[in-house]
């Protein structure tokens, strides 16, 4: 069983910046990916960026240029670097964990961004 725990979600101004972070938990082996999607009120869960165990990143089109994700392994947490935030970033973000060894994936409970104009 594995938990993943975000934090870090918040009220910011558009342009502003905000980190997310999420630690994970449990039975987790070394092929992995982590990664952060979100879901606004009314739309479909959209990937923002995964990161691969050996570093190989991912980012969802509306993000490229202004999130980064990173990982530290040592501590199992996964972050989110999202700078100059728009109102279009406003959404619940959800974390991610998929087991390459066996297929499975953990999410999150979310946390809540609001980017105000």
């Known amino acids: 069983q594995v938990q993943l725990v975000e934090s870090g979600g918040g009220l910011v101004q558009a342009g502003g910046s905000l980190r997310l972070s999420c630690a994970a938990s449990g039975s987790i082996f070394g092929g992995n990916t982590m990664g952060w999607y979100r879901q606004a009120p009314g739309k479909q869960r959209e990937l923002v960026a995964t990161?691969?165990?050996?570093?190989?990143?991912n980012y969802g089109n509306s993000v490229k240029g202004r999130f980064t994700i990173s990982r530290d392994n040592a501590k199992n947490t996964v972050y989110l670097q999202m700078n100059s935030l728009k109102p279009e970033d406003t959404a619940d973000y959800y974390c991610?964990?998929?087991?390459?060894?066996?297929?499975?994936?953990?999410w999150g409970k979310g946390t809540l961004v609001t980017v105000s104009s």
């Open positions: 990161i691969f165990s050996g570093g190989t990143t």
């Open positions: 991610n964990l998929h087991i390459i060894r066996n297929g499975m994936d953990y």
